[in-house]
């Protein structure tokens, strides 16, 4: 019995040759199988004793293995591979199932391939997770057979592998390029033009074309008898702080990832930006308590520090306190900041119950409050409203989007700047503003 384990029967072949052999021993019995019949019998048997054969003549025919990355980047694209080598002396056909984790739900992942004789070949596919936590790998099951096509024999390798999924750290490079090149236009990113002097100084030189003349030093030029000017550098190490809300407002789901993973993701992105700014870049959540605290450093550590402190975010489903994070704030924050405040307004009531505290935060810090679109909404205001009852859905649609734009301009009037923006466009709008508070000299 051992060994047919591995032996699988293609097309059913297996019940056709013992329906064959049931009639070729009762008709043999009775005296009436045709010659023709017995010899049809006897090419098929001979076949398939070949087959097996064949297949089983090497016991290293085929040896793979399955190569996922170290760890999953969520909402992303990640491959992975699968190398398998031929040993065989002739060409065969793979059939590839691999038990991906079960929270993919693939129940119907396979691949077949044509491997050339005495030959490797790697194969890749891609898995895109939308939740943080451990993936498990089941086995990875290969099926051979050769140009007959009779039998299949099966091969098992790699069980039970676990690739943990952290934020969406593939596109930390992605986003670091597009902050730092001129090409900022081509991903919807604006061109920000640096307005007065955000400069801290640093020295004083002496004057050559293209210096500019409003930075003319007029007591160093006397002393020295000829033009000097200040030099000035940018700004640095100012803390920014990512502030998630991870209260049950977050938990709304958009393309497979809730605005909570949405969240975690630009803070991510917008942590390395800031580091790379030569700022200062912390983070933490808050629900019920303020938790998930990593104090704004630049030091080299600071990024994976974040993301494993990112990796372990879950909503808690409770209405977020906003009292108890203005409390947080005050105490433990003393010097000014940069605060990117992730959370999710539906109507100005919500708001107006939370301003107070926000207009608290305003006082001593730069508050951005980062809060989303509402996309299904969106097509309900686009689209033509043909029935009375579409007609009710279209207005209600438009009263919410008129909302949100009200809480935006309900913020402005108390100097509290804000990202109304799609969950999509969450990075790459909250980068833009980063930049422009810091080319105007905001902070």
Sequence with gaps: MKFFKPLYLQNHFFYGCIAVMILFIVSF??????????????????????????????KTGIKAVRIPPEKFSNGDENPVQVTIDNHYTFPVQARIIDEIPEQFQVRDFRVERKLPASSSRTLEYMLRPTERGEYHFGRLNIYISTTLGLIAKRYIFCDDVMVPTYPAF???????????????????????????????????????????????????????NQLMVNQFQDEKSQPVYSVIDKGRVMKMPFEGLSLLDYAINATLVISNVVLKKQDKAGMFTFSKKVENIVVAERRTSQMGLILETLYNIQTDFFESDFSRLYGDIKRNITNRSLILLYTNFETLDGLQRQLPYLKGIAKNHLLVVVFFKNTELNDLVNNRAETIQQVYDKVIAEKFAFEKRLIVNELRKYGIYSILTTPENLTIDTINKYLEIKARGLL
């Design 170 to 224: 593939l596109q930390l490079r992605k986003y670091d390029l597009m902050a730092f090149t001129n090409r900022l236009h081509q991903y919807s990113i604006k061109k920000i033009r640096r307005i007065g002097h955000t400069m801290e100084f640093e020295q004083i030189k002496e004057y050559v074309q293209g210096d500019d003349i409003r930075t003319l030093n007029w007591k160093a030029t006397a002393k020295k």
């Design 29 to 58: 019995i009775f005296g009436k199988l045709f010659f023709v019949a017995k010899l049809g019998l006897v090419i098929l048997l001979a076949f398939t004793f070949l087959d097996i054969l064949i297949l089983f003549y090497s």
